[in-house]
């Protein structure tokens, strides 16, 4: 189950914008909002709009993927997308 929550997090991660894509998986990769800036030769407040903005998207569609099973796969795509993606 997790492998399979796992590919849905990354399906959703892909359909995101390029850019908010980019920032997100290099945060991922535990780059600090400040390296982000610079990699990609945009404002801090961009990167951190960008984060905002994926956290909202992701838990939109992870909500409305898991709208027609129990509340329990909701929360834990949930707990694996801030725990592993977002902090």
């Known amino acids: 189950q997790y492998q399979e929550l796992e590919n ?3 399906r959703a991660v ?12 290099l ?3 535990n780059y600090s ?10 404002a801090e407040q961009t990167v ?3 984060l905002y903005e ?3 998207i992701l838990k939109q569609d992870l909500t409305q993927r ?3 099973h129990d509340d329990i796969f909701l ?12 902090t």
Do not use: W
């Open 8 to 10: 849905i997090v990354d």
């Open 14 to 25: 892909s359909r995101l914008p390029k850019t908010m894509q980019e920032v997100y998986l």
């Open 27 to 29: 945060r991922n990769d």
């Open 33 to 42: 909002i400040q390296q982000i800036a610079q990699k990609l030769s945009i």
């Open 48 to 50: 951190k709009n960008h």
């Open 54 to 56: 994926a956290k909202k």
């Open 66 to 68: 898991f709208a027609d």
């Open 75 to 86: 929360v834990l795509a949930s707990a694996y997308l801030f725990h592993n993606f977002l």
